[in-house]
């Protein structure tokens, strides 16, 4: 099987995304695996007029349908892939070139955009982390970035402040490319002193509110509706 490379800013299939991330070339592990006939083909609908975007952070993930309106392309209907990507799927194709053709408008939300005609894209997803056991003399987001890190990509934000009410766990996002849900602890080792910290997934699954209907809520009914930081986990808030 081949590797994941970085192509026109998109993770591409074929290798594992930890060792995609540190350019390491090391094969897939082995595993069960299944014939797919070569003439299946999915979502041609959307081939042509559907942009695949890469956002830039997590704010602008959850506020992308607000923001396409505001930018003037409403009639977009948004298709989530996963991490921090989405499908811009527009009227026809003359609407999805005009939205590509505008790159100075929309670079301050995407890091990439490009035509999708079926192209293959690796798996990513957004994981919550809950990070207990970290001493209050080491809370900082140095820190909780160091932890988390060892886990998937950490998008640069704040995650902890002085004022915060709850010094007792906190709750990260990460991006991280299996579906495995994580249950670890590490140890951290400050001036020769160790501290045992505990990170696992959060239960639940995350329902972007951009592309939430009635059928998705009810069959994530422990799913939590992203509309901002507001409607995150309670332990995450």
């Given amino acids: 099987m081949g590797d994941q490379k970085m192509k026109g800013g998109f993770l591409r299939t074929g290798c594992l995304y930890s060792s995609a991330v540190k350019n390491d070339n090391s094969n897939i592990p082995e595993t069960e ?36 309106s505001d930018f003037r392309f409403k009639e977009v209907e948004l298709q989530y892939v ?87 766990m906190v709750c990260v996002g990460v991006l991280v490319g299996d579906g495995k849900r994580i249950t670890e602890e590490v140890v951290l080792n400050w001036k020769n002193k160790r501290y045992r910290v505990w990170v696992s997934k959060d239960i639940g699954d995350w329902i972007l509110d951009c592309i939430e209907d009635e059928e998705a809520s ?7 509706s992203m509309s901002g930081s507001e409607n995150l986990p309670p332990e995450c808030q």
């Avoid at 009810?218 to 939590?224: A, K, M, Q, T």
Wanted: with cysteine.
């Fill in 82 to 168: 996963g991490g921090f990507n989405m499908l811009n799927v527009f009227g026809d194709d003359e609407a999805a070139s005009g939205f590509l053709k505008s790159g100075e408008e929309w670079k301050v939300w995407f890091s990439h955009a490009e035509l999708w005609v079926g192209q293959a894209l690796a798996y990513e997803r957004v994981a919550w982390l809950r990070v207990h056991g970290v001493p209050l003399h080491l809370w900082t987001d140095k820190v909780f970035d160091l932890i988390c890190g060892r886990f998937g990509i950490v998008p640069k934000l704040p995650h902890v402040s002085d004022e915060d009410a709850d010094l007792s």
């Fill in 218 to 224: 009810d069959y994530f009914d422990d799913g939590v």
């Fill in 33 to 68: 695996e299944i014939k797919i006939e070569t003439d299946i083909s999915a979502l041609e609908s959307r081939h042509g007029r559907a942009v695949l975007v890469r956002v830039q952070d997590f704010n602008s993930l959850i506020s992308l349908n607000k923001t396409l």
